[in-house]
């Protein structure tokens, strides 16, 4: 393996020539600038759907418990929303996975701003 293409990014090394590790280009290209919540999650270097990135902010877990569910429905986007019935429970899952985040009192991890988001996510 030729190591010389590598990246450095926050502290971690990232492969670039192989096709199963994750494209830190596809980072932080959803709504506020989030890895998850949103239609374009991160990718590997050989363009499948990866999960491999650990989000800082908790607003962003339940987005991967929600893609992770619609890949075990073989379903995708906002035609899985609209249309897939068994997308249901997932959908409903999200929601309130993330509003319980945003109303705990006691997740003093989050400020309003980050509060703020969490509502305009579920919006």
Request: net charge negative; charged share 25%.
């Amino acid at each position: 393996m030729d190591n010389t293409q590598n990246i450095e990014a926050r502290d971690k090394t990232i492969f670039s020539n192989c096709s199963d590790c994750l494209n830190p280009g596809t980072l932080d290209r959803n709504l506020f600038g989030l890895t998850y919540p949103g239609g374009d999650n991160p990718k590997t270097y050989g363009g499948d759907w990866s999960y491999q990135y650990n989000p800082s902010f908790q607003s962003e877990y339940p987005a991967i418990g929600h893609d992770r569910r619609y890949d075990n429905l073989k379903t995708e986007g906002a035609l899985g929303l609209f249309t897939d019935t068994r997308a249901i429970g997932t959908d409903y899952k999200f929601v309130a996975q993330e509003l319980k985040i945003a109303l705990n009192p006691f997740n003093g991890a989050i400020s309003m701003d980050k509060k703020l988001q969490e509502y305009l996510v579920l919006a």
